[in-house]
């Protein structure tokens, strides 16, 4: 089971900056989640939420002013890759206005690296799997009915590059997991909290846990 940490490790340093990435890889993560969001200057920042603190939010503040904003170095999508090249990386794209100039820096990495792109929008996936030679996931916080119509759309158009299911922990299903394994899907799990939870992940046999507890992982 990959150990992917959410955000970095951010135990040790403020979430999605290089501290926390470098912190990560120093516990033993296999893998680093990434958020990315466009500032209003368009850069592509490592940033979660679309509204910071100070009630302000990212599309209308240039990087400059969010790091004020916040207290600390934003990295760029760029800057992140450029300075781990060595471990797996699951981009999650918060928005449509940030894929075009995602889709431009992963076109630039893509050859050197191991990236896994996900969103909660579906749609923004299936552009990122038709542009680039990177793995695609969905992201998921709620159960299908079925998988096969969660992967209707997708299987008919033929993707193989989406070929990651990411789910919420609350809704794991060991028959939709199996499933989803049985037809050549890579199952990720984000959300676990405990150790039972990261111990029962493994014991379902899941690919990858994006966590933010990376030392209840052992032996990842």
Not at 61 to 86: K, N, S
Not at 113 to 122: A, D, G, L, Q, Y
Not at 136 to 161: E, W
Request: net charge negative; with cysteine.
């Amino acid at each position: 089971m990959l150990l992917i940490a959410h955000r970095g490790y951010h135990a040790a340093a403020p979430e999605n900056t290089l501290a926390a990435f470098e912190a990560a890889i120093m516990v033993g993560a296999s893998g680093i989640e990434t958020d990315v969001r466009i500032s209003r200057d368009g850069v592509p920042v490592l940033i979660h939420d679309r509204v910071i603190a100070s009630g302000e939010t990212v599309a209308d503040l240039t990087r400059t002013e969010i790091e004020q904003a916040v207290g600390h170095e934003i990295p760029t999508l760029d800057e992140a890759l450029e300075c781990f090249p060595g471990v797996l990386w699951n981009v999650e794209i918060k928005t449509i206005q940030a894929l075009s100039t995602v889709i431009k820096v992963l076109e630039k990495h893509q050859a050197g690296h191991r990236i896994i792109v996900t969103s909660f929008r579906h749609d923004l996936v299936a552009l990122c799997a038709s542009s680039l030679k990177v793995n695609c996931g969905l992201l998921l916080a709620h159960r299908p009915l079925t998988l096969n119509s969660l992967l209707a759309d997708f299987n008919c158009n033929g993707n193989p590059r989406i070929n990651h299911v990411v789910w919420n922990y609350e809704v794991l299903d060991d028959i939709l997991l199996k499933q989803a394994a049985s037809d050549g899907y890579r199952n990720f799990v984000y959300g676990a909290v405990t150790r039972a939870e990261h111990d029962n992940c493994r014991e379902l046999g899941v690919d990858g846990i994006i966590t933010d507890y990376p030392l209840l992982v052992q032996d990842a």
